[in-house]
């Protein structure tokens, strides 16, 4: 029997807006793709991965990040990689997603952008089907490469436009700010696409105010640093800009030392609209059920501010108004039924 704090998190229905797909890459998985695409890793065993997951920051993540997406090849494997997420995130009562690829982490090597796209989008068809998870599908550019790779992938992308819903900016942060891709999030909105941008993760608070000027970015991915800047608190909060937060990550990279003072409260009272999301769960210990548990238990949180968050994980989604408000009843309606 699960402890109650655990059963409650668990069953409660939730929205994930910020997940890497090439981050949910567990190393059985890995493996097993490796041998069919008789791919060399540098690890001879699920065990040697990780132990290799233990990152002092976002660098040292990411190099061993790219270095299992290598292994990706066919459309089959972008499938596999997606249903596997799927599956997990259906046992924890996650009923929709809106999850990110990285298209360059793939072309970069070779691989055509139709195999990558091709791959998750059906699984993402096949799990709303089968699972009744609906999704969004997101596109990020990498912030280290140069601004015109991201125009061309924005090319590449528009044979694909229908089945991409917004377009994101992921990868190293320091060094790359928001302005860099300030033209082609332009070209971006242009052609349709909702945009957001991991801001102020490792970052500081003014990526955050040029990923809302220049960009005109929907959501900030992460956004923790906007606690350093009052002005930016009230803007975020005034506007209702939420923030993906991603506890077990921030741990994993020391963007935090400890979860202890992870400031959800402060947040919260601040009016941020903030939500709990896993970002890559195979690297960082847990998918969102366990990011959700990692803070309740050392903040003590109450049923009522976890079931906040979880309705908050809706409100800041890109559902429409009516599919928000009916997942927040639902939301409601299981804090009303839960016993221990
Ligand atoms: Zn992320």
Excluded at 10 to 24: C, D, F, V
Excluded at 248 to 272: A, C, F, H, R
């Amino acid at each position: 029997m699960l402890p109650t704090l655990e059963k409650f998190i668990a069953g409660m229905p939730k929205a994930e807006l910020h997940l890497h797909i090439e981050g949910t890459f567990e190393p059985e998985l890995m493996f097993e793709i490796a041998r069919r695409n008789k791919r060399k890793i540098r690890f001879n065993s699920v065990e040697e991965v990780k132990e290799a997951y233990k990152f002092n920051n976002l660098q040292e993540f990411l190099d061993i990040y790219y270095e299992g997406a290598n292994v990706l090849i066919e459309e089959r494997d972008f499938y596999d990689l997606t249903w596997a997420y799927l599956q997990k995130v259906h046992a924890q009562h996650v009923v929709h997603v809106e999850i990110f690829f990285d298209p360059q982490t793939h072309t970069d090597r070779g691989i055509a952008f139709a195999t990558a796209i091709n791959g998750i989008h059906q699984a993402l068809e096949d799990g709303e089907k089968q699972l009744g998870i609906s999704f969004k599908l997101i596109m990020c550019f990498l912030r280290h490469l140069p601004e015109e790779a991201a125009f061309q992938t924005l090319a590449e992308a528009m044979p694909f436009k229908e089945w991409i819903y917004g377009i994101g900016l992921d990868s190293s942060e320091m060094g790359h700010p928001p302005s860099k891709f300030e033209r082609v999030f332009e070209k971006a909105r242009q052609e349709g696409f909702v945009v957001m941008a991991h801001a102020g993760e490792e970052g500081p608070a003014e990526y955050i105010w040029e990923a809302l000027n220049l960009l005109h970015v929907a959501r900030i991915d992460h956004g923790n640093r906007c606690l350093d800047d009052e002005k930016l608190v009230q803007v975020l909060a005034e506007r209702q800009i939420a923030l993906t937060l991603c506890p077990l990550s921030n741990l994993e990279l020391k963007v935090v030392q400890t979860l202890d003072g992870y400031p959800i409260q402060q947040m919260l009272d601040n009016d941020l609209l903030i939500t709990i999301n896993s970002d890559d769960p195979a690297y960082f210990g847990g998918y969102i059920n366990e990011n959700y548990l990692g803070i309740a238990r050392p903040l003590n949180l109450s049923k009522e501010t976890l079931a906040q968050l979880a309705k908050n994980s809706f409100r800041a989604s890109f559902l429409s108004e009516e599919e928000k408000d009916r997942m927040i009843a639902k939301v409601d309606a299981y804090c009303a039924s839960f016993t221990i």
